[in-house]
């Protein structure tokens, strides 16, 4: 260990340079012992003397061990006390400067449907749509994406507010995520059953599982109903005119 030593002096910028051995002694006094007297003037018999690897001894340094250790592999944390555990499927490779992970985390995407019951809840796995600038709206209902414009979702007739990109709001703002697939729980009661296709309605910003059927209105699928009003949002880039 190297240790800078600070001159006495304020006008010197000289600094002395030491090295210090696991084995070299280190004296200690007791804490009552004033300022004065801590230093080598102090009799023997005030003080103690321990090399630094007591001191690491004494306060439990060095004492974790690291199982299956591997070069490259990720270190985590066991149920075991001072142990760490390598994993074995995410190793980093020196050589080519890249990380590895198992095949078997690509072979399919996960989505969670676990929301709670509140609007604008969603499971993971879910796609959210972030760059987009601070608009105001309600959490669990459906808008239009138009660049940076947000407006609620409408089936009554056949316009971008029906028929373009949708999203569904995670919270008042816009800032926190437009979920444009996945498992979200809306604002609006959906109906019925579980399983059941779920369409755009029109009523502003609703989604339900009763199919458009006025001439004039768009009738467009964007997922399905899993329960209560929980919904999987994925809305078809298809739809139909009411005629």
């Not at 316009?159 to 697939?181: C, P, Q, Y």
Request: net charge negative.
């Amino acid at each position: 260990m190297q240790q800078a030593l600070k001159p006495t002096s304020t006008t010197s910028t000289r600094f002395i340079k030491m090295a210090i051995k696991l084995t070299d002694k280190i004296h200690t006094v007791s804490e009552d012992v004033d300022t004065t007297n801590r230093g080598s003037a102090q009799a023997n018999s005030g003080r103690a003397a321990y090399t630094l690897q007591e001191v690491s001894d004494l306060i439990g340094g060095g004492g974790v061990t690291v199982a299956n250790q591997v070069e490259g592999r990720l270190v985590y944390c066991s149920a075991t006390t001072d142990e760490l555990k390598t994993s074995p499927n995410i190793v980093f490779d020196f050589s080519t400067n890249r990380l590895s992970l198992p095949a078997t985390e690509f072979t399919s995407a996960r989505i969670f449907s676990s929301v709670s019951n509140n609007p604008g809840n969603y499971g993971r796995g879910s796609t959210l749509y972030m760059d987009i600038s601070t608009v105001s709206v309600t959490s669990g209902r459906c808008y239009a994406i138009q660049g940076t414009t947000l407006t609620e979702s409408n089936a009554t007739s056949e316009s971008n507010i029906s028929t373009g990109w949708l999203g569904i709001a995670t919270n008042t703002s816009s800032v926190t995520g437009m979920l444009v697939e996945g498992c979200v729980y809306l604002a609006n009661t959906v109906g019925g059953n579980n399983g059941d296709p779920v369409y755009l309605d029109i009523t502003a910003g609703e989604i339900t599982t009763t199919p458009v059927s006025v001439i004039g209105n768009v009738s467009r699928r964007v997922g399905y109903k899993i329960s209560g009003n929980q919904i999987y949002f994925n809305p078809s880039q298809d739809w139909t005119v009411i005629s």
